[in-house]
């Protein structure tokens, strides 16, 4: 091989390296594309206060210091917590602030308002507001502006919950607790289970499934799940425990599953703690990629079809 061609090799094979270990640093995998951490704060109350922890429960700050604040509800973009200030004392309202605590501001003035949970856009605030002793769902502006009361039944309603697509909010209603979903506008509201005492539906990150907290034999409450319009029921908890609120984290594309977070209560705080179980889902497809050994490989047979050439036309060049 002369001195041009073993250049040429030397070049095209240098580049390559880098490009493979460049590779190394920003693969995908065959399940998702690569993501920076997924875990953000969480936000809880405990002693009729707002705080915010990491996900490994260090850092517990205390973000509020009014009078019963409970209900806290992450923004979409996690810019912003929703609460109820004054729970229990049937004058609730419904605040908003930033994610460090600061710029608490009130948004309704209601008789009673409770239960905030953000629209999946951020754009506005779903939550309950009672009418006399009854309880109804209403949505706002998630600056507080354009209050729209959407129910308007016998009993009170609670508990509201948007689906991932935004069209739709589930919640807990009728005269024996049921869960019940309508339209965001209100309409087609209907009832999805009928075995009593049924609360706190949460949604899958596909908006296939609801799960729910029940009450059953021999007395106390289980998470259940089922499908969007109420079949299939399932019950995912069986301990002799009150385990309740369910929520489910959302979907990213490195997942393989979505993790179903149930809580169980405590006697004499709000805090909580975390009960897992996990419900397969297709994950969402990641474009393919290739790796980086292959990368490597490539270079080297380009960088013997770049050279084997030049060494021929020196070779035959010298036999002139």
Do not use: C
């Amino acid at each position: 091989m002369t001195r041009l061609s073993r250049l040429a090799f030397a070049v095209v094979l240098y580049a390559t390296l880098i490009f493979g270990v460049v590779s190394i640093g920003s693969s995908t995998t065959s399940e998702g594309t690569a993501l920076p951490a997924v875990n953000g704060k969480i936000t809880f109350s405990s002693r009729e206060q707002i705080y915010v922890m990491n996900a490994d429960g260090s850092g517990q700050t205390r973000l509020t210091s009014g009078k019963r604040d409970a209900h806290p509800a992450w923004s979409p973009d996690g810019s912003r917590i929703a609460f109820t200030r004054g729970w229990g004392t049937g004058s609730s309202k419904i605040y908003v602030m930033n994610a460090d605590g600061s710029g608490q501001t009130q948004l309704t003035s209601g008789e009673n308002d409770v239960h905030p949970t953000w629209s999946p856009d951020g754009s506005k605030i779903a939550f309950a507001r009672e009418h006399g002793d009854v309880f109804q769902i209403h949505v706002m502006n998630a600056d507080g502006l354009g209050v729209t009361q959407l129910t308007s039944t016998p009993l009170s309603v609670l508990n509201p919950a948007w689906s991932p697509d935004g069209s739709k909010i589930a919640f807990t209603g009728g005269p024996f607790d049921e869960i019940y979903v309508m339209y965001a506008d209100g309409s087609a509201q209907t009832q999805l289970t009928s075995s009593k005492q049924n609360s706190h539906p949460a949604w899958s990150p596909d908006g296939s499934k609801i799960a729910f907290q029940g009450y059953r034999s021999p007395g106390y409450y289980n998470i259940y799940v089922m499908n969007a319009d109420g079949s299939g029921v399932t019950q995912l908890t069986f301990g002799e425990n009150w385990n309740e609120w369910p929520d489910w984290q959302r979907r990213v594309a490195a997942q393989t599953t979505a993790t179903l977070q149930t809580t169980t209560s405590s006697a004499n705080s709000y805090a909580t703690t975390t009960d897992q179980h996990t419900v397969p889902y297709t994950p969402i497809a990641a474009p393919a990629t290739r790796s980086s050994m292959q990368s490597i490989l490539l270079g080297v047979i380009l960088g013997l079809v770049v050279s084997t050439p030049i060494s021929v036309y020196r070779h035959r060049k010298a036999g002139k």
